[in-house]
């Protein structure tokens, strides 16, 4: 086969490996806590990681030796994920003396909640895929619980306070985005780590020139780590929701109140810069957005029927919406006086 040929081998296993991952993230984003499998999103990310990593490796033994590599040398690497993660690191990483570089292999090395991931996802793809039949048909494999796995690694994002009643609408609509949006931050850093080997490693033109291959994860910028919004649902009809107007909302019978992006004091979680929160009946939370209504709660959500905002794509998965839940029932209470500015 010719080096042509091979070459657009390798752009389509790149893509293969890219799409692989992109799918795995959008099934995590689109978990909740009625939907708890991990082994979906696992199967992706896993097969995804170790295709990316494989198709590096063999660019630059190439950029290296002159010659793509023979079918051992891909049987010898095997399916570990952390053995591959050492490889990179240890043998095909370059920092080129860049301070980018030398922070993403200082971050490949050391960072802990990466390497627990990596680690599930690992154990995952040698051993337990096949858990569950592992189980039924009295396997003595040593394979792990994915599931299992997957809450102590949630245990260590956000250590539960026993004293502190298990709240849905907080567990749901709050802790689950930010967890999901965490794990897929460090993944995507790690991910634009090996796409920036290509341009900035330099191991030779074969990468630069495929490099457009991965430029969705080579350009992420580091503030977009864990936003970005991978999952289909998001592309629901905006005819469906409801909408009101800033002047509706101001003038119905409930206590509502104008939050801007400039006069909000911590992390703003909304795609646009301003909302308006409304308390309904002491009880439900609903948040306007871009002229569309929004539920804030779980109650609000059952009741009207309204997306919420992290479902919608109207808010930054990973940032939490609590204040303005509180700040909603604040206006219930009376703890904001000025509701109608």
Known sequence: MSDLAKTICFQDELETALNLIKTGFCELQEMNSRYEGFHLPQQLIA???????????????????GNYPDPGFLKKLGHDLEKLKGILVDDYFS????????????????DSLLNSIIHILS??????????LDIITGSKSQSIDPQKEWEKL???????????????????????????????????RMARAIAMQFTLGGHGE???????????????????????????????????????????VLNSPWPSRVI?????????????????????????????????????NGATKSRFEYPDPHDAGVAILGKSMGPFI???????????????P
């Open 47 to 65: 097969s995804g990681f170790e295709r990316l990593f494989k198709c590096y490796f063999c660019l630059v033994y190439k950029a290296r030796n």
């Open 260 to 296: 801007s992006k400039d006069l909000f004091g911590g992390e703003w979680p909304f795609r646009f810069d301003e909302v308006l929160i409304e308390c309904r009946d002491d009880l439900f939370c609903v948040i306007n957005i871009a002229g569309h209504d929004f539920a804030l």
């Open 95 to 110: 920092t080129n003396n860049r301070p980018q570089l030398c922070d993403d292999l200082e971050f490949l090395r050391n």
């Open 206 to 248: 074969d990468l630069r020139q495929m490099s457009s291959t991965i430029a969705e994860f080579r350009n992420l910028r580091n503030e977009e780590f864990g936003t970005v919004d991978y999952r289909n649902s998001v592309k629901k009809v905006k005819e469906q929701w409801v909408k009101r107007s800033k002047e509706e």
């Open 154 to 188: 949630k245990t260590k994002f956000a250590e539960p306070n026993p004293d502190t009643p298990f709240n849905y609408d907080a567990h749901e609509m709050d802790f689950l985005p930010r967890f999901n949006a965490e794990i897929i931050s460090k993944l995507e």
């Open 123 to 132: 154990e995952f793809g040698q051993k337990a895929r096949y858990y569950n």
């Open 326 to 340: 509180d700040m909603a029932f604040s206006l219930c209470k009376g703890a904001i006086n000025e509701s109608k």
